[in-house]
């Protein structure tokens, strides 16, 4: 073959951005790329390596032709292309949250559940980016240990609300400097009603709240772990926090094992050699995982392990991860590898 | 009685000029106000009211006919000239962590353990400002429900590693937004052998690491906890993270109540009358506790109380507060006001 002719879908955004620099550095055989936006980018260009590519309007014909489609514009337009796009054969990674949860859509992190790809019927969803890290860090220990409980609170980076709320982020932390007035406009949820300071200003609220007083986002990482660990056993609780960071979420993560038998040097041998995972855990030295070291890593970075000295089983670890790469372009890109490799790039009969 | 004699020990700094501030707003009656600190800052003049005060070198007969003397100068001077005042008949509140693991010495929040001042020899620790607000939004369950188990993540401002930490985020983030180099000196731990960027970095450490993994801080929030709620088979594990905040913290707690019967109107019904504590949970309305709100002010802001819904009588709650006054400066000050009210405001025999 000559390679995949491959859309993006959101190309100009700052997960789309991400895909096409992921697709460069990818060893995917691609033919050809096209980048699909709403009608306002259409006419940008954007590289693909040395190539000048044109952004198109997205229309449902846009993916005649195409062989893999990433989808990375709202959940809205995944709802009503994505469909449109596996009808026209090409096989759909969608980082939006339109399908995860439907029944029969695998959700993938290829260190976690790779083999759910064989059952695909041509989309595949890309999980929530704070759920993502969090469960490459936890899989090896529950492949040996088994998982019972979880307890997270992530501290997340403005990027997961997109460009405009990267700009607001830089915006207002240099009108607060400079004691400047600010109208916040995007955060912490851009479709809410109300927007808050976000500069030197951690905010509990990613997404909205649903009726438990839970935001859709601790929703997110509760149902999401247990869907790609496939185990609606699993015990996850959230807390989700918006912090003054750009780039890469931060999350501390208690967890209880359900087997006896791990101690914190067990825990750092089998995280050590974890696939995905780069163990940063040297207290003496003061090395532990910082969001400014993560940035443009494909990697989930863990460190600060601990036992819970009270409770058996239980233990701590922090783990810090790029959310647009991992979080979202890198494992949208990495899923379209594992597709290759395992011959699965084609949309089932 | 026309008044007391009170001195501030570390007055040019972050906490004692906000101790200072609580002593103009409190309603203890202050005959005459000392200011001290290092040579250093000997000879700088500072108000109280209306009134310029000289600030004085601290030396041990420093402590001549004061009746109250409020330390936050650092560990070393507290352990050093502490003991010094005591002997002169001044009754010490410290709020550094000198003495207060200290058996004998009480260690104080009004709101939680006010009964153990009745103990004191002179001198009472004030706790952990990360502690202090934690103890403040759980107690009211405790009395009721009694307290199992607490797992916190603190999200802490920069401002309680001192002044010279607040310049390092203003001066750090700065550079950060002009794309310059910033060589950081202060944080995480001045003390400490690496410094990192703090401006938009979680820094998941605070204060030096001990053998087991935890940092100081940690062990702090677990050990004074026990001791603040006079019960050690509280089970206590923390994460502490300096976040790119000036002032206040935000921490994340989940916990699991002894007895069945609590929900989350029951404990919100509980925390709206609760001494201390301001009750900011609305949903609906995007209502939760925030850094930004909580500067300047004396209460504990606590939101976003949830059950866990996959283990029995457990909830989350969110709770931010102004770390240089309820953690540090008012909580100190509220102790004097207190040993005032009950007539301990003497050095016993």
Redesign the interface.
Known sequence: MDGYNVAVVGATGAVGTRMIQMLEESELPIKNVKYLASKRSAGKKLKFKDEDIIVEELVPDSFEGIDLALFSAGGGVSKRFAPEAVRRGAVVVDNTSAFRMEQGVPLVVPEVNEDALYEHKGLIANPNCSTIQMVVALEPLRKIYGLK?V?V?T?QAVSGAGNRAIQE??DE??AV?EGKDYEPQIL?VSG???H??IA??????IDV?EE???THEEWKMIHETKKIMNDQDI???A?C?R????VAH?E?V?FELEKSGAD?EKIKKILKTAPGVVLEDD????I?????NAEGKKETFV?????????ANSF?L?CVSDNLLKGAAWNSVQIAERLHALGLMRVPN
């Open positions: 409980k307890i609170t501290m982020l830089h932390t240099k400097l912490p809410d009603k109300k808050y300071q030197f200003n951690p905010l509990a609220q709240f438990d007083g839970y015990q996850v609780t807390t926090v912090v003054p960071v750009a931060s501390t208690w914190v207290p003496k030295n003061q532990y995982p910082q969001a400014v460190g600060r392990v601990r036992a819970d000295e009270e409770q701590h922090y």
